[in-house]
């Protein structure tokens, strides 16, 4: 709405970005028991493209896909040169789209369900976002649905612009670019747009990233996925994020008990920072979550 967000291109293999979110979302189609393909035609050259910006579009469309897909879906992404135009379609068996809300679907808050019981959360503010980012980027996004129940399609359209001088002569990415590359991130948070939002942001600086939906998933993957360090929300029902990091330094060293750890929380008074701190925290955040100063948090964490 301010007219801040801005892209920042470089050197982009669409085909491998568009293959890493495929990857990333795997375990959310799996979990759900949605059959989830992709399928690449052609080959694609190097594109001048904001890759981390393109990752929240492709990121937002197909979880999307996944989330309003019934167990035993399926779940399609496919890439394909058109002359000078990259197209990524996303289709989906799921409830699909009224005829009225296609007009609309990329408005502000707009959702297919807006009623109170909606069984689906989130602020209807992820597909305005990426149409900005794709309008961004001089392409277009759309999308389509035969009615509720038949399932939908959304396309994606990129044009192809190479990299201002020949990409073999680019340097390779840099640590800056990436300051979290082989680190691992373990993030818990009950409010789903704002844990896939730093689960996108956190792989999009280098980091390999576990995303856990509550206190208890947390913890039930901290020994066998191994994370450098922790993020948790605070608020959160039946375990909140204080007894989580209890829960965490209660445990042997081996078992994950040492690992650093950062709040980040709407309960952002001096006492709860400091509450979170005596828990067991290293470091305490105030949400809306700062990107940068998050990633700087997690790299310095990382290194003592």
Request: one cysteine or more; aromatic letters at 4%.
């Amino acid at each position: 709405m301010a007219g801040k967000l801005a892209i920042d291109p470089h050197p982009t293999l669409l085909r491998d970005l568009l293959e890493q979110v495929v990857e990333a979302a795997r375990p959310s189609a799996q979990a759900k028991g949605v059959d989830l393909q992709a399928s690449v035609r052609g080959a694609l050259p190097v594109m001048w493209a904001d890759s981390n910006r393109l990752r929240q579009v492709f990121d937002n469309v197909i979880q999307n896909a996944i989330k309003f897909t019934p167990a035993e879906g399926e779940v399609a992404v496919s890439l394909e040169l058109l002359g000078e135009r990259a197209r990524v379609r996303v289709r989906d068996s799921g409830v699909g789209m009224r005829p009225e809300l296609l007009p609309v679907i990329f408005e502000r808050f707009r959702q297919g369900d807006s009623s109170s019981t909606r069984v689906q959360g989130g602020l209807g503010l992820g597909l305005t976002i990426a149409q900005h980012i794709v309008e961004l980027h001089e392409g277009r996004i759309s999308a389509w649905s035969e009615g509720e129940g038949r399932g939908s399609t959304f396309t994606i359209e990129l044009p192809v612009r190479t990299p201002p001088q020949p990409a073999a002569r680019l340097p390779a990415a840099s640590d800056r670019e990436r300051p979290l590359a082989t680190m691992r991130v373990l993030v818990v948070d009950d409010h789903e747009d704002t844990l896939r939002g730093i689960g996108v942001a956190l792989r999009g600086a280098g980091a390999e990233v576990h995303c856990a939906g509550s206190a208890r998933e947390g913890l039930d993957v901290l020994e066998s996925f191994g994370p450098d360090v922790i993020v948790s929300d605070l608020a959160m029902p039946e375990l909140d994020g204080f007894g989580l990091i209890r829960a965490v330094r209660s445990r042997a060293r081996e078992e994950g008990g040492t690992v650093p750890a950062v709040a980040v929380s709407a309960l952002a008074s001096r006492e709860d920072r400091e509450r979170a701190l005596e828990a067991g925290f290293q470091e305490h955040l105030a949400k809306p979550v700062d990107v940068p100063q998050l990633v700087q948090t997690l790299f310095r964490l990382a290194a003592t």
